[in-house]
């Protein structure tokens, strides 16, 4: 199903707006891309504007290579917010005034508990990654960055791409890297971790994570934690394997 609205031609160029409740982006400039299922624009030759966002907000739901609802995206969400509540304190001990995370963890959560997503959980999400680059250790990076890959779960996109699994188990890997640091460097710390994860995880959760190709390989610790979730949630009889040596995240 698609959401058409139709525009005459002679509107090329000027500014459209949708009155959709829900939507948070309501302009649009109609263009003359050739296109009807590349986003929303006006095609010249048909004057018709194709706003796949209106969907969601009329629908509750994102279509892709496959459909996500909105109830599923609220699944995602409150899934990493549990984890990136559990390490935010590492953060906010080493930067006690920046309260940028801590903003992201909250817009997710109201996501979570059933507000539609708006323009908040965009903002707080890139302003808690901004607070990760600038965050003095490896510890206070990865947790800033989970508190902010909560507030963009929200926004998971429905795209048959390895790297979206990120957007699902990246916090929780960061969370296992967190522990393993705060155990001097032991890797059983981030395997424990890491089966708590896989306990946490509900069947809509993994239902949904099969949508998607398994999580891309990775040289440093995160994304071989990262993998090793994917794994075990996908096969229930797979655990967490051995570190290979460890590289900083970030590293190549």
């Known amino acids: 199903m698609r959401l058409l609205i139709i525009a005459s031609p002679m509107d090329r160029g000027k500014v459209l707006k949708s009155t959709a409740p829900g939507w948070d982006a ?10 009807h ?9 048909c004057g018709v504007l194709v706003a796949r966002a209106m969907l969601a907000a009329m629908t509750g739901s994102v279509s892709g290579d496959f459909e996500l609802t909105m ?15 559990e390490v935010l304190e590492v953060f906010e001990s080493a930067v006690p005034e920046d ?5 992201a963890l909250d817009a997710a959560r109201e996501f979570a508990g059933g507000a ?21 250790t490896e510890a206070s990076r990865l947790a800033a960055r989970a508190a902010g890959d909560a507030a963009s779960a929200a926004y998971l996109h429905p795209i048959a791409k390895a790297h979206q699994v990120g957007h699902i188990l990246r916090a929780a890997a960061s969370a296992a890297r967190i522990a393993e640091i705060g155990a001097g460097g032991d890797p059983e710390a981030g395997d424990r971790t890491i089966e708590q994860a896989r306990q946490r ?8 994570l099969l949508r998607f190709p398994s999580a891309p390989a990775g040289r440093n610790r995160v994304a071989q934690l990262m993998s090793a979730l994917d794994a075990s949630l996908r096969d229930g009889r797979a655990r967490p394997g051995r570190p290979t040596p460890v590289r900083q995240d970030g590293e190549n």
Do not use: F, N
């Open 116 to 136: 539609r997503r708006t323009r908040l959980q965009r903002v707080t999400s890139l302003d808690a990654h901004r607070a990760a680059k600038e965050a003095p």
């Open 26 to 35: 309501p302009r649009w400039r109609a263009s003359a891309g050739p296109s």
């Open 71 to 85: 109830d599923e995206l609220r699944v995602v969400a409150r899934y990493v917010a549990r984890t990136a509540e």
């Open 201 to 208: 995880a509900t069947p809509a959760l993994v239902d949904v």
């Open 99 to 103: 309260s940028r995370p801590r903003a």
């Open 37 to 45: 299922g590349a986003g929303p624009h006006v095609c010249a030759a």
